[in-house]
């Protein structure tokens, strides 16, 4: 496991009422409002102490946890739901098709070599573009399948001044070692209709306005790189439009690339 995973990272306010308190690469995300917080990403399972920290660091209560969202039920983003569903009763969200994944405890993922979790109560399915809202804030579930099957994009807008930001936190963006594109060598696909849902998945995520670029993990958005330049430009290093665009066109041409080599039978 990366040390960056579990190391701590001071948290910090992003934009208007969106702040990271997440570890130095396992990205969770808090956005405060007049009615409770919504967090984003309770990360391993030994995270939620840490991210409790860091929303108290901020002048929050954990206990104003009242929703909790997911990038993609993989171990290393929700590990820790269960534990924060009991300790502050946050109402539990997850897309369809990681819904069954988050309630067995990764037992049921198609990847079967990857770390199971302690199973999480799931209140309420999303599906594509359902909204989550609290205290006048508005959250997209943007559905962004294949790295896990309801692998989630999330869109809200913050505001700064008279300004409006779009921001995008990235789900996932390509597929795990091992995992298997097409029916190719005697093996089926991972899942039926796993192209697919990549192919959509970076139809959808092309077409999403985005000024502030962020991700589940740190290095999907060179988090480490921007926060060293903050001191000096401020939290104007997070809009990143371009970033965007340009991860966005490696990601598709590397997914690309290894679709075409499994489909050759490599
Ligand atoms: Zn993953």
Known sequence: MPDDWTKPLPP?????NLYYVGSRDLASYLVVTS???ILINANLESSPALIRV????LGFKWADTRIL???QAHYDHVAGAAEIIRGTHARHMVMEGDVEVMKSGGATDFDPSLPHFPPAPVDRTLHDKNTVSLGGTTITAHKTAGHTRGCTTWTLQTHEGSRTLDVVIVGGWGPNPGVRLVASKGKPASYPGIAADFDKTFATLAALP???YLGAHGVYFDLLGKLARVPREGNAVWIDKEGYRQALTEHESAYRKELAAQESGK
């Open 54 to 57: 860091s929303v108290e660091k």
């Open 210 to 212: 985005c000024d502030i």
């Open 35 to 37: 009615a409770g917080n």
């Open 69 to 71: 969202l997911s990038s």
């Open 12 to 16: 910090f306010q992003i934009s208007g």
